[in-house]
């Protein structure tokens, strides 16, 4: 059973760096897609990131992309989002999940998740 579990999440000031970790256990193989999404009050849930444990090929949310950088450290089982020049837009519930496969296209699509861990929250203050 795959299970994944974020921590990192905090509150900030507009302008500020947060790096969220997602530790991901019961699943020891390469074929696998992990992905970061975050959800606002009110909104909908929206993709930020997604990396392929396999290559490392990571795919980006537009509205983020020159601001966050997500990586992996395979020896921990970690997959991590680095954030920085974080606006108060960015707060959120983040979101780690698991698709057992490439990623696959559209990166974006919560539908390819079907393992998700509790959330962390993320508070930017302006």
């Known amino acids: 059973q795959v299970q994944l579990v974020e921590s990192g999440g905090g509150s900030v000031q507009a302008g500020g760096s947060l790096k969220l970790s997602c530790e991901i256990s019961?699943?020891?193989?390469?074929?696998?897609?992990i992905g970061w999404f975050r959800q606002a009050p009110g909104k909908e849930r929206e993709a930020v990131a997604t990396?392929?444990?396999?290559?490392?090929?990571?795919y980006y949310a537009d509205s983020v992309k020159d601001r966050v950088t997500i990586s992996q450290d395979i020896t921990k089982s970690t997959v991590y989002l680095q954030m920085g020049s974080l606006k108060p837009e960015d707060t959120a519930t983040y979101y780690c999940?698991?698709?057992?496969?490439?990623?696959?296209?559209?990166?974006?699509?919560?539908?390819?998740?079907?393992?998700w861990g509790q959330g962390t929250q993320v508070t930017v203050s302006s």
């Open positions: 999940a698991a698709d057992l496969d490439r990623c696959r296209a559209p990166f974006d699509d919560v539908r390819w998740f079907n393992y």
């Open positions: 990396i392929y444990r396999g290559s490392g090929s990571a």
């Open positions: 019961g699943y020891p193989y390469d074929d696998i897609c």
